[in-house]
């Protein structure tokens, strides 16, 4: 790159350069005239290992060998990335900057639609803290998509119990998505020439539901898209002959009230109960596209297929996300009564209903049973903080006219301005 021109309006990096020193110093060589200029990186994983290769044969200190792979990996992780590209090189280097979106990168103006990848990289942290965090790329994605490798089958990885729980996706887009996590430091990798994979601390905010992953839409195979819009489980833990029984029920509910399909639920929250099974309110609001009026709406309809349902087979509930409960000792699964307490403790502070539900990651009707426990137990609760006296009679009279037994039947007496919160507050204070 022996080029000494201001006018440079293009530079294409054909593959990754070893580190981003060398990476910055190569794009720089464009628009140092001030006028805007373009530079295209394209990647490839074979790159990591041309470059790996490259420092193989020539060998140094084993302090500097080791210094040249973490930097490679850094490298990685910008290439992966779908922040502001010019926010990781200026903290790369030791500066800060506030601005999340430089509105000049790849990543700010390109606009992608970004698909929810949550649940396939919550199986892929599990494969990992299954497997003892002590294995690399290659081995984590054969477990995944049920390989008859040799080695597989000797060291017994067969038997774990993430082995095939991921067949939908091919070995490139596991790849991806694996990249896609360590460059987010949900997961590192050693750096060795044959690197293995460990969780981090925040990886249990995933595994958790806490974390959303979301990746470009164009990382995500089409094959996999087409069929996610075609309605066909995705997802290979689903139970498929539950997952029909609760695309019936949603049919005959559309039919009754004359309304399409996706107005009961999506394709994605039925998948989602035919795999979580949800039998009580709060794992059935934990399922994406459930809020308070679906919940009120639908839930008991659905949670009653369920019920009867793993009543029939004589099921056992167990998925991989729950199994992760015990990702290691230090992250213990928080204790029934200390869940109340967090609520309690919260609540003490002063903080708001919402304020309340978003510190804990839950529902406000979630956080209002919580409550009611709580004041049955003894403990001082002042509702008239969380709803005014206007509200609470407008709720009163509504009851009066069609009692307590359905909140939906008393919403429909009411404006739209009072929500599901403040009749379960109403009801809970009674």
């Known amino acids: 790159m022996g080029i000494d021109k201001p006018d440079v309006r293009f530079v294409l990096h054909y593959n990754m350069p070893k580190n981003m020193e060398a990476y910055y110093q190569e794009a720089g060589r464009a628009g140092r005239d001030g006028l805007a200029s373009d530079c295209i990186l394209l990647y490839s994983p074979a790159d990591i290992v041309k470059q790996k ?3 193989a044969q020539n060998p140094q200190t084993p302090e500097r060998d080791q210094m040249q792979l973490e930097n490679l990996q850094i490298l990685v992780n910008y290439c992966h990335t779908n922040d502001c590209l010019r926010r990781e090189i200026i903290q790369y280097f030791g500066e800060t900057n506030q601005k999340s979106n430089c509105g000049n990168c790849g990543n700010c103006q390109q606009g992608s639609e970004f698909v929810d990848m949550t649940l396939e990289s919550q199986k892929i ?55 896609h996590l360590i460059a987010r430091g949900f997961v590192s990798m050693t750096a060795d020439q044959f690197p293995v994979l460990k969780l981090h601390e925040s990886s249990r905010s995933v595994l958790k539901g806490l974390e959303t992953i979301l990746v470009r839409r164009e990382h995500v195979e089409v094959e996999t898209l087409k ?13 498929s002959e539950l997952l029909l029984r609760l695309q019936d029920k949603r049919k005959l509910i ?13 394709n994605t929250a039925l998948e989602e109960m ?5 039998e009580t309110q709060d794992d ?35 998925n991989v996300i729950e199994e992760a409960d015990d990702l290691s000792p230090k992250m213990p699964k928080e204790p029934e009564k200390d869940r109340y307490q967090s609520t309690y403790d919260a609540y003490l502070e002063g903080m708001s209903l919402a304020s ?25 609760i002042d509702w008239q903080r969380f709803i005014s006296k206007e509200r609470e009679e407008s709720i009163k009279q509504a009851v009066k006219r069609v009692g307590q037994s359905s909140v939906k039947a008393i919403k429909d007496q009411l404006p739209e301005t009072v929500s599901y919160s403040d009749i379960h507050l109403y009801l809970a204070k009674l």
Not at 149 to 171: A, H, P, R
Not at 227 to 239: F, H
Not at 357 to 373: C, E, G, M, S
């Open 356 to 380: 309340i539900a978003d510190k804990r990651a839950l529902t406000q009707t979630t956080i209002v049973n919580h409550l009611k426990k709580l004041s049955d137990e003894g403990k001082t």
């Open 53 to 55: 290769l490259m420092m």
């Open 274 to 278: 035919a795999q979580r099974m949800p």
């Open 254 to 266: 559309a039919a009754e009230k004359h309304v399409p399909l996706y107005v009961i639920f999506h």
């Open 227 to 239: 069929k996610a819009k075609k309605g066909l489980s995705i997802n290979d833990s689903v139970d």
């Open 125 to 179: 942290l599990s494969c990992i803290y299954r497997t003892e965090q002590r294995f690399g790329v290659n081995t984590i994605i054969q477990v995944l998509r049920g390989s008859k490798n040799k080695k597989i089958m000797d060291w017994g990885l067969d038997k774990t119990s993430t082995y095939g729980i991921v067949t939908n996706y091919s070995e490139g887009a596991l790849r991806e998505l694996i990249m």
């Open 284 to 318: 059935f609001m934990k399922i994406k596209g459930v809020g308070d009026k679906k919940f009120e709406s639908y839930g008991k309809s659905f949670m009653a297929v369920v019920s009867a349902y793993i009543k029939e087979k004589g099921l056992t509930k167990k």
